[in-house]
């Protein structure tokens, strides 16, 4: 298998739209509804961009796709609570980021729930 940071440059604007689309939970009727195509077309241009990434599916054409960087600094969900959750369902490696984010999201909550209670209340 090639590296994916080598092959993901070859990807044109239209299958890094797709990705990244993707990568937001949109669905191939969402996309193909936005690039005015059909979902049969967004899922070849899919099917292209698995073949460059060396990816078996979408879930891990974006995971490879974060690893070699190329989602950094644009819109997606992938590092947050929704992301870490993803990679326990598919039960793979917990990316860094998503590991970092849900830690964040863990001391979030946490935070919240003892502003929502108050100081405890002496007996």
Not at 24 to 40: Q, S, V
Not at 67 to 77: E, K, N, P
Request: charged share 30%; hydrophobic share 35%.
């Amino acid at each position: 298998m090639s590296d994916p940071a080598l092959q993901s440059s070859a990807l044109t604007d239209r299958e890094l739209l797709v990705l990244l689309r993707a990568a937001d939970g949109d669905t191939y009727e969402r996309i193909a509804a936005d690039l005015a195509i059909t979902p049969h077309a967004v899922g070849k241009l899919a099917s292209r961009m698995f073949q460059k990434l060396g990816a078996k599916s979408m879930p891990n054409a974006v995971l490879l796709a974060c690893h070699a960087g190329h989602l950094d600094g644009r819109r997606q969900h992938h590092g947050d609570h929704n992301g870490y959750t993803a990679h326990i369902r598919r039960r793979d490696r917990i990316c860094d980021r998503c590991r970092a984010g849900e830690k964040a999201y863990r001391e979030e909550r946490r935070q919240a729930q003892q502003a929502h209670e108050g100081p405890p209340v002496p007996v």
